[in-house]
């Protein structure tokens, strides 16, 4: 993907080849993530809408999810696995709209790959995963428990396998981060991509734990200090997740089982956030009606 530049015309006529590809291109293409006023019926088109590399990091998302999920798995639990990676690949991207990146797509196929060492070491040492005593509900102790019996995380082997394979550089990097304890410095450099990531990956955690309220708020605090993402931005983020999340499972045919918990984590939300920012309670109040209500995007 990184080594050489083929032009859009040999991307349209590589990807034409694969008609079910082609379908979930067109569908993204005329999802309610790219709002625009015409149908997409053609690859060139949407490879126009979506940008050059959106379409080569959607074309990768589609094909590593369709060759990688009905892998078998002896201690690894792939329904958590799946839920976890479409749930931070839809964070990464609505971190990246508000934020304003151009990459969202990239950020979203970083998402998705931020786990993917794990189903590596799950193949290779199949009892890695494989004790009663680990919760792999809590990535941070799924992490501690890698180091302790490999000495690695499956972050640094998924970046490993990535480079192998010729992923860009900067998906390796933020894969290769995206288990950090705190994200880089401010900067808009290729920092912001990584704590876009590394974001995304919290978000996920919020969302799967039922965070208290001192957790969620000392999030809330990093995204501002790491991202300059202010508590209303993070409550768009929120309600922008909910809808993403949505389009992600028809795209991938997946259900991350997550409604019930945006919709606890948005209440959350709203209420902290009120409660600590009086003169935006009504804003937030709105913000989240709005997206409560039937038919909101």
Known sequence: MESSFPDVEEIVQVLSSDSALTAKILQLANSSLFPYKCQVT??????????????????????????FRNEGSTGLDLDLF???????????RAIGEVCGQKDTEELFLAGLTQDI?????????????????LDQSLHAEVVA????????SHALVGSWLLTDWNFP??????????????LLP??????????CVGLGVILASLII????????????????SCLGIDPFAFAQILRKLKDGVHESE??????????????QLMEQAKTVLSRRHVPLANQFDALFLQNAMPGAG
């Not at 401010?186 to 704590?195: L, Q, R």
């Not at 734990?209 to 501002?224: G, P």
């Not at 028809?250 to 919709?263: I, P, V």
Request: net charge negative.
């Open 250 to 263: 028809k795209l991938f045919e997946m259900n991350s089982h997550s409604e019930a918990n945006l919709l």
């Open 82 to 92: 799946w839920r976890r990676s479409l749930l931070v690949a839809s964070a990464c």
């Open 145 to 152: 428990h890698e180091q302790e019996i490999l000495g690695v």
């Open 186 to 195: 401010d900067s808009e450099g290729p920092e912001k991509f990584f704590n």
């Open 117 to 133: 060492g794990m189903l590596a070491l799950d193949r290779l040492n199949p009892d890695l995963y494989h004790s009663e005593a």
């Open 209 to 224: 734990t039922h965070a208290s309220d001192k957790t969620f708020l000392a999030q809330v605090d990093l995204a501002e």
């Open 169 to 182: 550089s900067k998906i390796c990097m933020a894969v290769q981060f995206s288990d950090e304890a705190r």
């Open 42 to 67: 053609t690859l060139p088109k949407a490879a126009i809408l979506i940008g050059y590399n959106g379409i080569l990091a959607t074309a990768l998302s589609f094909t590593l999810v369709r060759h």
